[in-house]
């Protein structure tokens, strides 16, 4: 028996004979149009959360980059995508008419740009064209903040990631949070719905933004942030909301990733103070700022209050603490910083949980995408068109997976306690690749990758057949199987 054609082929197909049944809809046949470009565009990742939770700031740390506005503006009330592009370029779209050029420039290093009068309830979007190796994979998309004040800005925010009409634009999502409130549960459970496709947290993340700030800055901060996102990580209502919490300073990131030769002066002049006197001002935001019980001319008062603003309290004891341990190069500090920031963790489960998932997270979109043509045009082609749909959540073992990760996750399937890491690792919960799912290195020899998914398919296949396994079990285990095998397929090609 053939192996069965790839997810993306397979629904790239369906948006096609959607297409020919509804040629005479010009309004149907643009969105399915649409939704079929979207397999060939990098992964549309949105970054969500409260007012303040550091969106701005984590993407331009992502970028790597000082591109999106990070005060209280207009332009952090409107929703701004940021994509690759030959050159700088932003387009405002407003919602009843043609889309216009704005004008870039920079404000003290960072980007800035003015809605020209434009009113932002009147603009649907800003479109951000950035030559960047690190927009080329995805595009990131800010969004305003949700429970904001003003009531206007929140429901921008609700109406982008949870349209009541319309799938979300968006592929995936990063949910900022500083701490777990009801507000976050209750955003993260506005993704969730028992339909297949719409009903996982396969497509979002969630980050313990702003960590530095736990324990008021304290050199372990980012430690205690760690030891909460574990905690949250564990959590089973979590669990089945998000596919992972990781705990990240985005200012510290950003600071890291576009450090200034001036910063780095500023710390090294810090770092010759006396321990005592450098204690004393990093007491409070506003003791370090007016330098006060310390006679201090360089950095100055503006400068200080610079270095605050770029790196907050906790980022300047680290930088003048690495300093003080010898590393004198402003390169290794500003790498130092990243590192340190949790930066490279999140990339990490972004290359793992989103990119690795691309054809997934597009057909999933376009899957929904197909829903509510049909839904919004019934005609008599969409009856079998409906029933592809079907077939294909129902058979497509991508969706097998989902279901099946996201019920373990939730607690709704059983497994012994020693069995469930390895059936989520196998399901693809850490990352789909063959290394990530069998808990290996990813550049082990690919006989070793056999041998030991060979080792797991044979493992839970005794499980499936065991007379003591339950159904719900052994349900759960031929999946876990069925995974094993794809590897293996997979594998045989090399």
Known sequence: MGQAPPLGSTVRVLLRHTMEAYSDSPQALGWLRHHLERFDEPLRVAIAGKVKAGKSTLLNALVGEEIAPTDAGECTRVVTWYQDGHVPKVLMYPKAAQPRPLTIHRNRGALAFDLQGTPTDQVDRLVVDWPSQNLRSQTLIDTPGIASLSGDTSMRAGAFLTPDDAPTPAD????????????????LES??????????????????????????????????????????????????????????????????????????????????????????????????????????????????????????????????????????????????????????????????????????????????????????????????????????????????????????????????????????????????????????????????????????????????ESPLSSRNTADAARIVVRSCEGMLASLHRY
């Open 172 to 187: 995936a999502v990063i949910y900022l949070m500083r701490h777990l409130h009801a507000t976050d549960v209750r955003f």
């Open 191 to 464: 993704f969730y719905d028992q339909g297949v496709a719409k009903a996982t947290p396969v497509n979002t993340i969630a980050v313990l933004s702003r960590a530095d700030e736990i324990g008021v800055g304290r050199l372990d901060a980012l430690t205690s942030a760690r030891r909460i996102a574990r905690r949250y990580r564990s959590d089973e209502k979590i669990r089945g909301l998000c596919q992972t919490v990781v705990a990240v300073a985005g200012l510290l990131a950003q600071t890291g990733r576009t450090m200034r030769q001036d910063e780095f002066a500023a710390l090294v002049a810090l770092a010759e103070l006396p321990r005592a006197d450098m204690d004393g001002l990093l007491l409070s935001v506003d003791r370090f700022v007016r330098g006060e019980g310390v006679e201090l001319a360089h950095p100055d008062t503006d400068a200080r209050a610079r270095l605050i603003e770029r790196f907050g309290l906790f980022g300047v004891r680290l930088g003048v603490t690495l300093v003080r341990q010898g590393i004198n190069d402003p390169t290794r500090v500003a790498e130092e910083l990243v590192r340190r920031s949790g930066l490279e963790d999140l990339r990490t489960v972004l290359a793992t949980q989103f990119t690795e998932r691309r054809d997934l997270l597009k057909s999933r979109s376009a899957l929904l995408a197909v829903e509510m043509v049909l839904q919004r045009e019934p005609r008599p082609a969409a009856a079998a068109l409906s029933a592809e749909v079907e077939k294909i959540l129902a058979g497509a073992h991508e969706f097998v997976e989902l279901r099946m990760l996201s019920a373990l996750r939730a607690g709704a399937v059983k497994l012994p306690t020693d069995a469930i890491e390895e059936a989520e690792r196998l399901l693809g919960g850490d990352g789909g690749s063959a290394a990530a799912r069998l808990g290996l290195d990813p550049g082990i020899h690919p006989e070793d990758l056999r041998r030991a998914a060979l080792e797991a398919a044979t493992r839970w296949k005794r499980r499936a």
